[in-house]
């Protein structure tokens, strides 16, 4: 059991002074085959109001590990951590420490939750795919990212009262992503109000025929948005 394929590699900073919109980057040397992948990665601040920031669910068809996203964080210094298990060899944890000023974190959301919900527009996804896909000239069984971007607002209806968080209002937020290549669920991601507005995502797939990638979100009230791109491949 190798270290350096089963160990995520955790990308974030260090130090940042925006908690609404921390990115988070997860990178694995693991192999994603039929007998041997990783079927589960979850990414957690368990110091947090929100402690997990989703749980991504690859497949083989993915190709690779890699994904990136963006989330919120309160002040302070915390650890991110990123655990992936592997359907053979159990689970593997990364961490990576990181320090928000105080008055800087983006966790509490409750003056504005209602007035959200009711004012930001939401629109429909945007599939990105790489150039080479879209002029039919990346080869058939290639990996690739993926990109796609959501305006649609995250709020987690918590508010910072007397040094703790209080629940004071249902969060509105979107709670999964789900990834379609043809008729296939290539993969999907567990979303949470821990996430920053207007998710913008990215992750790989390996371009193995020409068929539609499809990507699907749900939010909290239970309305679907989508998004459809066509493939073509040399």
């Known amino acids: 059991m190798p270290k350096d394929l089963h160990m995520p590699k955790l990308i974030l900073p260090a130090v940042t002074r925006n908690g609404t919109h921390v990115p988070v980057v997860v ?3 693991h192999p994603m085959e039929q007998g041997h992948y990783i079927r589960r990665v979850q990414f957690l601040n368990e110091s947090d109001p929100i402690p997990s920031k989703g749980i991504l669910h690859p497949t083989p068809a993915n190709g690779e590990i890699y994904f990136a996203f963006q989330a919120r964080m309160h002040s302070g210094t915390s650890k991110v951590l990123a655990v992936a298990e592997c359907n053979l060899h159990g689970t593997w944890t990364a961490g990576h420490r990181i320090t928000i000023p105080e008055g800087q974190g983006g966790c509490a959301t409750a003056e504005d ?3 959200a919900a009711a004012k930001e527009e939401i629109l429909t996804p ?3 795919i790489p150039e080479l896909v879209r002029r039919g000239r990346l080869a058939k069984g290639e990996t690739s990212e993926v990109q796609v971007k959501f305006k649609h607002p995250s709020k987690t209806g918590l508010t910072y009262e007397s040094k703790k968080f ?4 249902e969060p509105f937020y979107v709670t999964s ?3 379609f290549y043809g008729e296939r669920l290539v993969s999907r991601y567990e979303m949470t109000p821990g996430l920053s507005d207007n998710p913008f995502l990215k992750f790989k797939l390996k371009f193995t025929e020409e068929k539609p990638i499809r990507i699907v ?3 909290s009230m239970g309305r679907q948005f989508s998004a459809l791109t066509e493939v073509v491949l040399s």
């Open 177 to 179: 992503m789900q990834v």
């Open 217 to 219: 979100f749900t939010n």
């Open 126 to 128: 945007v599939i990105r």
């Open 27 to 29: 990178k694995m040397n």
């Open 166 to 169: 209080v629940q004071v209002e």
């Open 113 to 115: 939750t209602k007035q």
